[in-house]
């Protein structure tokens, strides 16, 4: 169950999770990474800034300034779904590092593509 109380502090493994519950007006925010599903994160509901705020004091207060919109994140799920059929959690952390990295999708080599998980 997702909380519908904003900001929700939580870990990248529960976004991931929990993905198609989120609102679309949520956003992540978090410092670095994802590189685990343990590593911290913070949901947020974009109408809640002030229009002068890039992410909300309470990320910014932990350092984190990195903010994806979750249809960012469900961009990078569905690019990885192209890619392989059902991408594992690390493959949708790495490739969701990657777009925050390089902003592009990840491109797997083929073999990862004919390799079903």
């Known amino acids: 169950m997702i909380p519908t109380r904003r900001p929700w502090l939580t870990t990248w493994g529960e976004v991931v999770a929990s993905l198609a519950e989120l609102d679309p007006a949520d956003m992540v925010c978090f410092g670095s990474g994802p ?3 343990d590593d911290p994160c913070m949901v947020v ?15 910014a207060g932990r350092g984190w300034t990195t903010v994806l919109i979750t249809d960012q994140i469900e961009d990078v799920v569905d690019n990885l779904e192209q890619q392989i059929p ?14 925050v990295d390089h902003d592009a999708f990840i491109e797997l080599p083929e073999e990862a593509a004919d390799d079903p998980q």
């Open 35 to 37: 590189n685990s599903p």
């Open 45 to 59: 509901d974009t109408v809640e800034l002030d229009e002068d705020e890039d992410v909300p004091p309470e990320a």
């Open 86 to 99: 059902n991408p594992d959690l690390a493959t949708i952390l790495r490739a969701t590092a990657h777009y």
